[in-house]
């Protein structure tokens, strides 16, 4: 709706937008502010400006071995995300391009099983991880975090290549190219974007994943949101250096997210949304 | 483009995924129907027993279940109260033609990217702390007592910090609706002389009708599982003051290791996340043709 | 080579049978055109044909070769689809180059055909551009190119030119005739635009409910139409077909005649009607004439600078020697 209105009644709509969006934004702006303080002057009252000392990141790094969880999260996010992704692209591009008269009911099906409440299959998952020796293990939990988002992938996934014409399939099946040359040359290329916006997603969604993270984890394989929660009580952590953890611990993602804001609609509405 | 060939590769291909997830779906919720009738203690070294119904009587029985289940409840529907009139109203505000909206966009989003446990501590201790807080110094600034937030409103406390969360996502997929909706039509209903509230009510809210049905749909399933927010804050307390159904389950299998009245509680949110799921998928199929 | 002969074809999607049990012989390099309206199945026939759909009954010969099961990659037969179906991520030499790369056609040898094929399309300035930035007509033509580099033992054509304009379908259809007579390749060729039939057509296949109503030259299906549904198929304006006294008079129960086999004058004639709607386009004059007592609205087609108009009264002569008869079942009466 390009309508031409009054400069001022666009001031104000402007001043009213970003009012609202910086006190959304606030408590991870002050956050960053605080990450960027002393211990004293993050308890010494309300104040924006920080005297910018990076010492609280120092000590988290140092302090708390803060780069295993770190690495946990890269490893268990990017892991399950291509587990999924190698579980998802054949099963999509078969629904996508070869449908039959249950590949809705089957979609569905997918669906309902993310519906599932984590905490209902909490006890046997966790029995059986803990009597397989699965637990605290990087394997077991990036299987598990493959597992809870694969419906997601697989619909997101079928949805991207359903936008793909089937003619111009056809047209490669035409021109000689043989099943794995129309995958390599054709699909792929053609569908790069929708699974690089998936991947996206899925990642954001892995990194951020603490239940099973929290429930299956104590020290070797803790991801950040399970290392994040156990400073619940700040002992030795104080508001400074809980801060930078907390920076660090978002920023990655956060970067990540703004980039995926429409594959995010799509993804998390199943494609009810685009 | 359905011959032969294709079709039983095709079956080929999407054999894995469907195994797996069958698996996933079927072995775990086998396993916590069968527990749910058992009587498993972790820590009784007798060994597990027949229990029929007892765990779900235990359950029932128990007052911390019902506040339990209030306790979702109202974390649910606060939550969707906020998301939902304030992800319209900012969505409205947002679509309006004003300066940098690119970035107020990012801003209003990045909520939804902070991990959960991350959001409850930003919330514990830089906002809601009673003597580190901004709201502390905000009411210090104004001369009033601070509030103990965490100790006097433990649920509206989370249900403040999931809302701050999930404030983003009903936001932008409103945002997107709205921005589907055809200007011409705006248009036309203005030449035909409707005022903008008129507007509002007989076209853009149809228009977003199903982009908030979504949002309410898919929210609940995400509210009904409301965990690490619980655990960093509150704990569930005091009492059982800011417990929901999750988190009582939690406590049960992993504080008590009540293997048996873990399960039955699983069961049960299955249930109430079934009667969710039905609605959502009759929304989501929809769209599938 | 690109002999077809299709014996006994039968295609149903699940209980529907779209095409019943269907012969039909194509020569080597003749230009056929299937026509029919829209959901009669000329679009399935050539994907049997192509084989990107599988029959349900009967066999496909290429060259009296079985191909009913080979897959459309080893038919040797190109298409071109009506969205084009272009490789959107590759350049218009990528495109043109594919079939010969899966066929591992040597660079060289690519290369001369892709010029080849450029030069014929008036595409040369264009091969390293993306389909994104080219016209409609521009398209087409890398889609002919790409099917053209394979040379292939037929080309089949969905609907080519229908999402081109006007203007753009006429000199395309002319290039396709010329290419049809250099290349003297087979060519199978959908539409239902009845123009494009009778001028780019060796022979003409009408279908209707997946069943051949007629197969004939264009010249035989407008001389000597089979039955009603192609006669009333096959030229445009559509022929008058008159039923009641007027058809009894010629012992049939339907007649037929065409717009241009109508006499008409202001003062005297066999049917006398009143000039409703007229259609002045300079070459010709169209003229649809009502109250002439027969059982439905008489289309004539008369000089470009006749000077009759609206709510004149005139007077209609049928050729006798072009009136067409029908029996009640709408077959022809010889
Ligand atoms: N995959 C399919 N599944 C079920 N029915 C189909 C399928 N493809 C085509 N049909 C049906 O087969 C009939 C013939 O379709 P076809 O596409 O061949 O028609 P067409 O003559 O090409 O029509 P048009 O001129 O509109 O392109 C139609 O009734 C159509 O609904
Ligand atoms: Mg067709």
Partial sequence: ?274 | MATRQTASLARLMRAPAIILLLIWMIVPLGMTLYYSFLNYNLLNPTGTSWAGWFNYQYFYSDPAFFDAIWNTLALVLGVLTITVVGGIAIALLIDKPIFGQGIVRILVISPFFVMPPVAALIWKNMIMHPSYGVFADIARFFGAQPVDWFAQFPLTSIIIIVAWQWLPFATLILLTALQSLDGEQMEAAEMDGAGSLSRFIHLTLPHMARAITVVILIQTIFLLGIYAEILVTTNGGPGNASTNLTYLIYRAARLNFDIGGAAAGGIIAVILANIVAVFLMRAVGKNLD | ?334
Avoid at chain 1, 259 to 267: A, C, D, E, N
Avoid at chain 3, 135 to 156: D, M, Y
Avoid at chain 3, 300 to 306: L, Q, S
């Fill in chain 1, 1 to 274: 709706m390009a309508r031409a209105v009054s400069t001022r009644t666009r001031i104000g709509y402007t001043a009213a937008a970003w009012f609202v969006a910086l006190l959304i934004f606030f408590p991870i702006l002050y956050t960053i502010i605080t990450s960027l303080k002393t211990e004293q002057e993050a308890i010494s009252g309300f104040s924006l400006i920080p005297s910018f000392t990076l010492s609280s990141f120092e000590a988290v790094q140092t302090q708390n071995d803060y780069w295993k969880p770190f690495t946990n999260s890269v490893i268990l996010s990017v892991g399950s995300t291509i587990l999924a992704l190698i579980v998802a692209i054949p099963a999509a591009w078969a629904m996508a391009f070869s449908p039959t008269k249950n590949t809705k009911n089957i979609l569905m099906w997918m669906l309902s099983t993310k519906m599932m409440p984590a905490v209902a299959v909490l006890v046997p998952i966790y029995l059986i991880f803990l009597r397989t020796g699965l637990m605290d293990t990087r394997i077991g939990l990036t299987v598990m975090l493959m597992l809870i988002n694969l419906p997601i992938v697989v619909w997101m996934l079928y949805t991207y290549f359903r936008e793909i014409p089937g003619e111009i399939l056809e047209a490669a099946r035409m021109d000689g190219a043989s099943l794995k040359d129309e995958i390599l040359y054709v699909l792929t290329p053609m569908a790069v974007p929708g699974i690089a916006s998936t991947m996206l997603l899925n990642v954001i969604l892995a990194w951020n994943e603490a239940f099973w993270t929290i429930q299956l984890t104590t020290t070797n394989a803790a991801p950040l949101s399970a290392f994040i929660a156990s400073f619940s009580s700040p002992q030795g952590l104080f508001w400074a250096k809980l801060s930078a953890a907390s920076v660090m611990a978002i920023a990655p993602i956060l970067i990540m997210g703004w980039f995926s804001q429409k594959q995010l609609v799509r993804g998390l509405t199943f494609g009810a949304v685009k």
């Fill in chain 3, 1 to 334: 080579m690109g002999r077809i002969t299709l014996e006994n074809v039968t295609k149903r999607f699940g209980d529907v049978e779209v095409i019943p049990p269907l012969n039909l012989d194509i020569e080597d390099g003749e230009f056929v055109v299937f026509v029919g309206p829209s959901g009669c199945g000329k679009s399935t026939l050539l994907r049997l044909i192509a084989g990107l759909e599988d029959t349900s009954g009967g066999q496909i010969l290429i060259d009296g070769n079985d191909a009913t099961d080979t897959p459309p990659a080893r038919r040797g037969l190109a298409m071109v689809f009506q969205s084009y179906a272009l490789y959107p991520h590759m350049s218009v030499r990528k495109n043109i180059a594919f079939p010969m790369r899966m066929a591992n056609v040597d660079q060289a040898e690519q290369d001369r055909r892709i010029a080849a094929a450029a030069a014929a399309l008036n595409l040369t300035d264009y091969l390293d551009r993306r389909p994104g930035q080219l016209s409609g007509g521009q398209r087409q033509r890398v889609a002919i190119g790409r099917a053209i580099v394979r040379e292939p033992a037929a080309f089949l054509f969905d609907e080519p030119l229908s999402n081109l304009d006007a203007a753009l379908r006429v000199g395309m259809r002319l290039e396709i005739s010329e290419l049809h007579q250099r290349l003297k390749t087979t060519m199978i060729y959908v539409t239902h635009d009845q123009v494009e039939a009778m001028t780019m057509a060796d022979k003409i296949v009408v279908l209707r409910a997946g069943h051949i109503e007629q197969v004939g030259s264009p010249m035989d299906l407008y001389r000597t139409p089979r039955n009603l549904f192609v006669a009333g198929f096959i030229g445009s304006p559509k022929m008058n077909l008159i039923t009641g006294p007027a058809a009894a008079d010629h012992d049939a129960t339907t007649i037929g005649v065409r717009p241009e086999h109508i006499k008409v004058s202001a003062t005297e004639g066999t049917w006398k009607g009143r000039i409703g709607v007229s259609e002045h386009l300079g070459s010709d004059t169209f003229f649809y004439i009502e109250d002439t007592g027969l059982s439905e609205t008489i289309t004539v087609r008369a000089g470009g600078e006749i000077d009759l108009h609206h709510g004149d009264t005139v007077w209609l002569t049928p050729d006798p020697t072009k009136i067409h008869r029908f029996d009640a079942q709408g077959d022809r009466i010889a």
